[in-house]
Nanobody, 123 residues
């Protein structure tokens, strides 16, 4: 059974930094991609980062490139999302998702999800 557990959310001031963690179990990183998505009230879930061993790389959309960084610690089965220079527009519930295969931008292509964690950026 695949399980994803997020942690590290909370309140941060604009311009500050935060690191989210996603502990994955029941899957192997060689075959699965792990992505971070976020969902603000009234908006669709959007991708903000993805990492894939099979593609040997990480991906960030232009909207967050330079401020968000995804990384993985294989020894801890944990994927991190470092948020830097946070803005109030980053306020959302952040989810980690997993899928067999390469990274994908659409949330519907990820069958496995964590419970989500709130990130609030104050101005």
């Amino acid at each position: 059974e695949v399980q994803l557990v997020e942690s590290g959310g909370g309140l941060v001031q604009a311009g500050g930094s935060l690191r989210l963690s996603c502990v994955a179990s029941g899957l192997n990183f060689a075959d699965h991609s792990i992505a971070w998505f976020r969902q603000a009230p009234g908006k669709e879930r959007e991708d903000v980062a993805c990492i894939s061993d099979r593609e040997n790389g990480s991906f960030h959309p232009e909207s967050v490139k330079g401020r968000f960084t995804i990384s993985v610690d294989h020894a801890k089965n944990t994927v991190y999302l470092q948020i830097s220079n946070a803005t109030p527009e980053d306020t959302a519930v952040y989810f980690c998702g997993a899928r067999w295969g390469p990274c994908a931008k659409l949330a519907a292509l990820y069958p496995y999800w964590g419970q989500g964690i709130q990130v609030t950026v104050s101005s």
